[in-house]
């Protein structure tokens, strides 16, 4: 049995390999592609009562029924049974643990060690007059209600084929499209919401402080309520302050257009002024402090925290020592582990306001009737995760040993650097929406079942937690992480190989696989407001 997740050696595949977190656990997962059937003998004499998936837990003494099962050196479950060693451990034979109380939790007791600046790192950029940096170039189309969908699709279909080859410095052509804008209560207090996410990601640093919106005319979120005058403080490439100007609208209601494809011709001509400001820009060299990157995980397996997972941490402390900026998620899936993060805060005053954030999401949870256990899904289970208690345990290490600097609620936009906790659903859709609009520039995605998630307004590098996954979708996963499983390769050489992608994507040198395939999510406003 291994105590680490790290491998030191590459293991025969035929050999029975189960991996252990902590030396105090009581069960580990099993390493073997395909699984391992019964009567499989480890070295220690382990012998397996029953064939066990991989990535699937195994009990490593005699759990006596209601004992506590512990992984990670967290108790994750309870025994529903006497449970002999050798016995496959999954969710039909564990009782999940309550939810950890908001009250006497540990207020920043943590000091991280001092950890020397990384400097010299750089990547091509774009600067923005506001002092953000764009990892790229790209015209974003807003959009103030889902009505005008379908009208700003066709459009931009024929930007991208008429328009955008005139204009080889720019990225890309997209519209910022969503369910929102209308049949809502849109002066309900949580409506501030959906609405501040969409303002925010409008003005995302990957669309260069070009403001363009396409509204149909009837609908509750006009254009002046989502960007009032005076929330575009940027500079347009003539040195004028866009905020003075007029908002750039085309509103599809107005009498001037006559047919469809007067509509067309209006956002082709006003999309052109953009473009060409857009063109003019080059990229520069900036330091990699200027990196917003946020960590999200998808598809999550039992591997999730013991592969790619623990390689992300150590690229957000080699990020946070550079000076940028990382945001970590997913309330739900740290919830059972608030007591790690309020005890790591930089401040009182920031554990607080992750406790505000948990909170918050109780009450929202409890008003539906359901409550965190929500959040695993069949793939989760299928894949080894036995309920949110393991998931949790294994998706906080994305978030590396760093002091949390901030926390931000949903749809808010980001004011300062190093490591933040966004408060977002743990929906994959709905959190990298909001990471959007708090100004992510670059994201990282892990999966352990896969998923071909991607986002068109910024670069999502994927990465694999098993060999398997990554073998098998090849031209999808962007990095495998499965070789520390393998033992071909350390949790820190990993997060050193995924910090000079992320620099090589931020440049332009390299695309993610996602950006080769144009494979992208629609957006996803949370709106806890309700609809009318």
């Known amino acids: 049995m291994s105590e680490s997740p790290i491998m030191s050696a590459p293991r025969s595949s035929t050999s029975p390999l189960a991996i252990r977190i902590h030396p105090d656990d009581n069960v580990a997962i099993v390493a073997n592609e395909g ?17 066990v998936p991989q990535a699937h837990k195994i009990a490593l003494t005699d759990l006596a029924e209601g004992e506590a099962i512990r992984r990670y050196n967290v108790v994750i479950g309870y025994a529903q049974k006497a449970l002999p ?97 209308c049949g809502v209560a849109i002066d309900a207090p949580d409506a501030v919401v959906p609405i501040r ?9 990957n ?45 599809l209601q107005d009498d001037a257009h006559v047919g469809f494809m007067s509509m067309i011709d209006s ?61 970590f998620s997913e309330v739900t899936e740290v919830r059972d582990g608030i007591d790690q993060l309020t005890s790591r805060a930089a401040t009182p005053e920031v554990a607080q306001a992750m406790i505000r954030e948990m909170a918050w999401y109780d009450a929202y949870l409890d008003k539906g009737r359901v409550d965190r256990s929500a959040n695993t899904t069949p793939g989760n289970k299928k894949g080894g995760l036995s309920n949110i208690v393991e998931k949790a345990m294994g998706s906080i290490v994305k ?28 929906s994959d859709f709905i959190c990298g929406t909001l990471q959007l609009a708090a100004g992510m520039n670059l994201h990282v995605f892990t999966t352990g079942r896969g ?3 991607g986002l068109a307004p910024v670069p999502v590098i994927k990465v694999a937690t098993r060999s398997e996954l990554a073998r098998r979708w090849h031209d999808l996963m962007d990095v495998n992480a499965g070789r520390i499983a393998d033992g071909d390769a350390s949790i820190e050489d990993v997060g050193w190989e995924l910090f000079h992608l992320m620099l090589d994507v931020a440049s332009g040198r390299k695309k993610t696989w996602a950006e080769r395939w144009k494979l992208h999510n629609a957006l996803v406003l949370f709106n806890p407001a309700p609809v009318t």
């Open 197 to 205: 996410t969409l303002r925010n990601i409008t003005l995302n640093p």
């Open 85 to 181: 060693r050798g016995s496959w451990v999954h969710e039909r034979v564990m009782t999940m643990p309550s939810a950890p109380t908001l009250d006497g939790l540990p207020i920043a007791t943590v000091r991280a060690p001092e950890l020397p600046p990384l400097e010299g790192y750089t990547f091509e950029g774009y600067r923005n007059a506001d002092g953000s940096v764009g990892t790229r170039n790209i015209l974003a189309i807003t959009t103030t209600v889902q009505c005008v969908a379908g009208v700003v699709d066709f459009a931009v279909e024929r930007i991208k084929s008429e328009l955008l080859p005139l204009y080889p410095h720019v990225d890309d052509v997209i519209g910022l499209e969503h369910s929102y804008g």
């Open 35 to 51: 699984g391992l059937a019964a009567g499989t003998v480890f070295p220690d004499g382990l012998t397996l009562r029953e064939r």
């Open 451 to 453: 998923t071909p998630y």
């Open 267 to 327: 956002v082709m001509r006003q999309a052109r002024v953009h473009l060409a400001r857009l063109d003019a820009r080059r990229r520069e060299t900036v330091p990699a402090s200027e990196l917003v990157v946020g960590v999200q995980c998808g598809g999550s397996d039992a591997f999730s925290g013991v592969t790619a997972n623990p390689a992300v941490g150590f690229c957000t402390d080699l990020l946070v020592r550079a000076g940028a900026t990382v945001m």
């Open 399 to 426: 978030s590396g040993s760093a002091p949390i600097s901030g926390v931000i609620s949903p749809g808010e936009k980001l004011h300062q650097k190093g490591l933040i906790y966004a408060a977002t659903p743990a």
């Open 207 to 251: 669309f260069g402080g070009e403001v363009m919106v396409v509204s149909l005319g009837c609908e509750k979120l006009q254009p002046e309520r989502l960007l009032p005058p005076g929330t575009i403080p940027i500079a347009d490439q003539r040195g004028a302050n866009v905020a003075d100007e007029a908002l750039d609208v085309v509103c």
